[in-house]
């Protein structure tokens, strides 16, 4: 069975970085993207990029384009979100999710991770 | 960016009764070479990651009920619960995943009456 398990929540400081880890069992990690939803406190559902293990490579909505970095190591199954310049607004639960991989499309996200709260606070 | 705009905000229904979620994407998520509709609805209950209940806007995810049916096509659709149950309180979501950036929906709450 398929299971996305991220890491612990976190209290950063403005202006730092933070870096979240989504460990992934039960699939064949390659075949899928591994995509980065966030929703800030009683609000809705942001994308923001995704990484295709299999080939190494991600895509960034523009919002983030210039502050995220997301990765994927395929012999631990795991992917990363780093977010820098951490600011208040980054305040949210941070939460990867799996879809399958297609060269021509997009899919839908099938499994999510329990997610992970980033506070950002002086 | 295609933008999704959902209505109503939030609904009270009653148990047994059946509620209704519209979705309008800001332009035409079909693909015409496979005439499909790149719009998944999803279901968020309190303190937990949503889980996937329709995609292409009207195929159901093994395992969901079949009092959730999802239909349209291009840019309106709506998710259907024909008789709801009190487990549906949630928060429901429309996303388009035609292009990137993935765009969602601002959420229906569903409440009972």
């Known amino acids: 069975q398929v299971q996305l398990v991220q890491s612990g929540a976190e209290v950063m400081k403005p202006g730092s970085s933070v870096k979240v880890s989504c460990k992934a069992s039960?699939?064949?990690?390659?075949?899928?993207?591994i995509n980065w939803v966030r929703q800030a406190p009683g609000q809705g559902l942001e994308w923001m990029g995704r990484?295709?293990?299999?080939?190494?490579?991600?895509n960034y909505a523009q919002k983030f384009q210039d502050r995220v970095t997301i990765t994927a190591d395929k012999s631990t199954s795991t992917a990363y979100m780093e977010l820098s310049s951490l600011r208040s607004e980054d305040t949210a639960v941070y939460y990867c999710a799996r879809a399958q991989y297609s060269s021509d499309s997009y899919y839908t996200f099938d499994y999510w991770g329990q997610g992970t709260l980033v506070t950002v606070s002086s | 960016d295609i933008v999704m705009t959902q209505s109503p905000d939030s609904l009270a229904v009653s148990l047994g009764e059946r509620a209704t979620i519209n979705c309008k994407s800001s332009q035409s998520v079909l693909y015409s070479s496979n005439n499909k509709s790149y719009l998944a609805w999803y279901q968020q209950k309190p303190g937990q990651p949503p889980t996937l209940l329709i995609y292409w806007a009207s195929t159901r995810e093994s395992g969901v009920p079949d009092r959730f049916s999802g239909s349209g096509s291009g840019t309106d659709f709506t998710l259907t619960i024909s008789s709801l149950q009190a487990e549906d309180v949630a928060v429901y979501y429309c996303?388009?995943?035609?292009?990137?950036?993935?765009?969602f929906g601002g959420g229906t709450k569903v409440e009972i009456k």
């Open positions: 990484v295709i293990p299999m080939f190494g490579i991600a």
């Open positions: 996303q388009q995943y035609f292009s990137t950036p993935l765009t």
């Open positions: 039960g699939g064949t990690f390659s075949s899928y993207t």
